[in-house]
């Protein structure tokens, strides 16, 4: 019965809606609910997705991205750095030569009534430092400010072109699962995950962004096209630095010569993007920034978090100086090595193994932000995986970290996470694979 199905669409679209209007931060029952039923009504149709056309997922999609647009991002204030960085560049200042809060001392500044405003909503560690966001991404944060000094206007425009950057991501999914044989269906499915709703829409991470340059330059790695490839995964590193991770898979997919190629036309590129507003003068801000976020922050880690346990009554208060390094160089030798294990038996393994090698950072990392699941639940779509997808579904528990002060229900939450993912995981791997999606 065709009412039936568009039962779901509907029980989805409200779901989506009460997503958008009552994920908070400092409400974590009302998160959890409402990402739940979205969730629930989401898998709902991934099982169902046979009732539906692709162009029928296709518009679902469209329309779940247009009834977003008019709700603030409830459970990260990181956009009101965005305005502030993107309105900046359009007043002729680099966003990464002062900080905010050294520019609120300054008349100019501190009596416009739009800088007020986007400083009221800037965190206390991100007014103390300078930008950390590399080019491409400020590209992106000017334009939303094109149009007008309203805070709600420029965000929903900044929303907009996240969502026109992901449809650009679309595009070349679709065309990368049907080079596999695999379902175009996959691609709208994978848009209408809630989480990506919620953490690359609602909330404007910009890891959606990265994913639209991302897919294009997987697309022309397949095809051997290694000039273009090169330019869009540079683009990809420009928006966010963990692309980086993926550029030794290449290595899988060309010869020696090829892969030398390939990484000194991303050089190239990196080069290029990089200057259009990090000029040399302010490396040293950037770097400074970026060196407090990565070595200062501890969230929703497992491996990190255990290590550190286990080594704190020998090193003390320096564990965290040893912890994450070796960490960080484990990473980098795993990522290697399965870099270097040739040869594939067919393309799609390519990216297999960049999955993979995805999942080894983030288990190893001080760091695991709800966001940061983005590439591995896109890469999986090419995979015979779908534990992300669940991953992708508990994962909001850490957000109660925020709501509970308590520390054994943060630790309580956070175990549940990793423990669910991991059974999942090893259910998927080594059994019957009675709960897959596929």
């Known amino acids: 019965m065709q009412w039936k199905k568009w039962f779901w669409v509907l029980g989805y679209f409200i779901t989506i809606i009460g997503l958008g209007r009552y994920a908070h931060q400092d409400e974590f029952i009302h998160t959890f609910s409402s990402y739940t039923l979205a969730f629930a009504f989401y898998l709902t149709l991934y099982f169902q997705r046979k009732q539906y056309a692709v162009k029928e997922l296709k518009i679902i999609t469209f329309i779940s991205a247009v009834i977003v647009l008019p709700f603030w991002p409830g459970l990260s204030p990181d956009f009101y750095r965005f305005l502030w960085d993107g309105r900046l560049i359009l007043d002729g200042v680099n966003p990464y030569a002062h900080t905010p809060e050294a520019l609120m001392e300054i008349s100019r500044f501190a009596n416009d009534a739009y800088y007020q405003d986007l400083y009221a909503g800037i965190t206390q560690l991100s007014r103390e430092n300078y930008s950390c966001y590399p080019s491409i991404n400020q590209f992106y944060f000017a334009l939303s400010n094109l149009f007008s000094k309203d805070v709600w206007f420029n965000m929903v425009v900044m929303r907009a072109l996240i969502i026109l950057s992901l449809f650009m991501a679309h595009h070349f999914t679709v065309k990368m699962l049907l080079q596999f044989d695999r379902s175009p269906k996959l691609a709208s499915l994978f848009f209408l995950n809630p989480f990506v709703l919620l953490e690359l829409v609602i909330n404007l991470h910009f890891e959606g962004v990265m994913i639209a340059f991302l897919a294009p330059a997987l697309f022309y790695l397949l095809r051997d096209r290694l000039f273009l490839s090169a330019l869009f995964f540079a683009l ?74 286990i080594l704190y009554p020998i090193f003390t208060w320096e564990t965290v100086y040893i912890v994450g390094p070796a960490l960080s160089l484990l990473t980098v030798g795993i990522l290697i090595v399965l870099a270097l294990k040739r040869p594939v038996n067919s393309r799609i393994e390519i990216l297999y193994y960049m999955m993979a090698g995805y999942v080894i950072y983030l288990i190893l990392s001080s760091t695991i932000h709800p966001w940061y699941l983005s590439i591995p639940l896109f890469l999986g779509m090419f995979s015979k995986f779908n534990f992300v997808v669940i991953w992708s579904f508990v994962i909001i528990l850490s957000y109660g970290f925020y709501a509970f002060e308590t520390p054994w229900i943060s630790s309580l939450m956070k175990w549940t996470e990793y423990v669910i993912v991991l059974v999942y995981f090893l259910q998927e791997k080594y059994k019957n694979k009675r709960f897959s999606l596929e």
């Open 236 to 309: 990809a590193i420009n928006v966010k630095l963990t692309p980086l991770l993926l550029l030794p898979f290449v290595y899988k997919q060309l010869s020696i010569k090829h892969t030398i190629l390939f990484y000194f036309y991303c050089a190239i590129a990196l080069v290029v993007f990089t200057h259009l507003f990090l000029w040399p003068t302010y490396y040293e801000n950037f770097a400074q920034s970026l060196s407090l976020y990565f070595a200062n922050f501890e969230f929703n880690s497992s491996f990190y978090s255990i290590a550190t346990k």
